[in-house]
């Protein structure tokens, strides 16, 4: 398996597609996963992708995208919640180690988006640190209804290009590599059921 670090965003696009295709038809290729290629990376790493996903535990990357070890950066929190930390980790995927696409993955009947809906509706947000989380994915669910949309998945949809606007809004690092061509950032759904991406969302793909 070719060494994509150093690809365009769009190659690297075309790649992580290619290994959803695979793992979606059951025909993986489970590159990148064994004794040789862990020596190759100790010294380094040069990922292809900055993956910034959902923690569901149904939403591992390399699995998902037929990849193996150091091909992506992965970045993950509960409903794909940005902060700081979230912000410098992808900025680092990006600037120091040169990938040059950045996913925000999402996916169908996520919980955090499903609750952020709940709490919006009852007036009611959860306990805890929970609360925190729901409370930064409200936006994207006032904004989806604003716009006439009532599904949980029409908010996921939503919430995905919120975050991709906001990455690249808040930093400015990330906002050069797109604005000269080294990076991408894309938006994908994930569906749990039959385990294909959908696109709703593109920065820096040139269409």
Known sequence: MPDLSWSSPA???????QG??????GDRLH????AD????????QRPFAV???CSDSRLAAEIIFDRGLGDFFVVRTAGHVSSAEVLGSVEYGVNVLGAPLVVVLGHDSCGAVTAASEAERKGVAPAGYIGDVVERVMP??????SQGYTEVDEFVDEHIRRTVDALVGRSAALADEVSAGRCAVVGLSYRLA????????ALGLGD
Do not use: H, K, M
């Open 140 to 145: 994207s669910v006032l904004a989806a209804r």
């Open 20 to 25: 959803n295709e695979r793992f979606v038809r």
């Open 11 to 17: 190659e690297a696009y075309a790649a992580l597609l």
């Open 37 to 44: 290629r862990r020596a190759e990376l100790a010294p380094r």
């Open 194 to 201: 039959d385990g294909t991406v959908n696109q709703v969302a």
């Open 31 to 34: 590159p990148n996963q064994d």
């Open 51 to 53: 993956l910034f996903g």
